[in-house]
T-cell receptor, first 122, second 114 residues
Framework: KAGVTQTPRYLIKTRGQQVTLSCSPI?????VSWYQQTPGQGLQFLFE???????NKGNFPGRFSGRQFSNSRSEMNVSTLELGDSALYLC?????????????????????FGPGTRLTVL | GDSVTQMEGPVTLSEEAFLTINCTYT??????LFWYVQYPGEGLQLLLK?????DKGSNKGFEATYRKETTSFHLEKGSVQVSDSAVYFC?????????????FGQGTILTVHP
């Protein structure tokens, strides 16, 4: 089974521009999460989509947005780019969780990551 | 809020040495715990996971036990190889209203010398 794919792998933009990144999940996975990785802040959660609906969102400004299509592919968009948006953007897919368990594990499912898109803002 | 704390790095070891990377967490409820590894220029790969207290995750010689009483999930390997050189991330996930969100530690850089 093919893994999570992300396109493009590398991107260079200038301040003020906007950018769209794409993520194709593992076949059959319906949940897609996005993360930003920077040396200073580490790995931070951006948002999660399931069945074309955003279910969860991290603490990022409204310039960061996303969507999911009926085939579970997802895109994220960053408008009005700033220098601080330079980062590795990772997406991850998972099979949706079950009901909360009894002794632990609230139906969380393993996330499988793509190789990332390296965005450089000049 | 939820958080994960990993031991400060970098960690430098000789081949065949014993490895421990400490990880502790703060979270309400019953999180699932994960270790991911990142090689240079790549995304994250799942190394192992545990979903409830006293579970032991293991893979490729690495092990970690979910200790709820000490809120810890330390990563161990008995004999490291040069190929284990990478960045290791401890993470937790809770589901429910937090579904799809992994909370990561800051990462620990491991370098193994021949």
């Amino acid at each position: 089974k093919a893994g999570v794919t992300q396109t493009p792998r590398y991107l260079i933009k200038t301040r003020g521009q906007q950018v769209t990144l794409s993520c194709s999940p593992i076949s059959g996975h319906r949940s897609v999460s996005w993360y930003q990785q920077t040396p200073g802040q580490g790995l931070q959660f951006l948002f999660e989509y399931f069945s074309e609906t955003q279910r969860n969102k991290g603490n990022f400004p409204g310039r960061f947005s996303g969507r999911q299509f009926s085939n579970s592919r997802s895109e994220m968009n960053v408008s009005t780019l700033e220098l601080g948006d330079s980062a590795l953007y990772l997406c991850a897919s998972s099979w949706p969780g079950q009901a909360p368990g009894l002794a632990g594990g609230w139906g969380t499912d393993t996330q499988y990551f793509g190789p990332g898109t390296r965005l450089t803002v000049l | 809020g939820d958080s994960v704390t990993q031991m400060e790095g970098p960690v430098t070891l000789s081949e065949e040495a014993f490895l421990t990377i400490n990880c502790t967490y703060t979270a309400t409820g019953y999180p699932s715990l994960f270790w991911y590894v990142q090689y240079p220029g790549e995304g994250l790969q799942l190394l192992l996971k545990a979903t409830k207290a006293d579970d032991k995750g293991s893979n490729k010689g690495f092990e970690a036990t979910y200790r709820k009483e000490t809120t810890s999930f330390h990563l161990e390997k008995g004999s490291v190889q040069v190929s284990d050189s990478a960045v290791y991330f401890c993470a937790l996930s809770k589901g429910g209203t937090s579904y799809g969100k992994l909370t990561f530690g800051q990462g620990t850089i491991l370098t193994v010398h021949p």
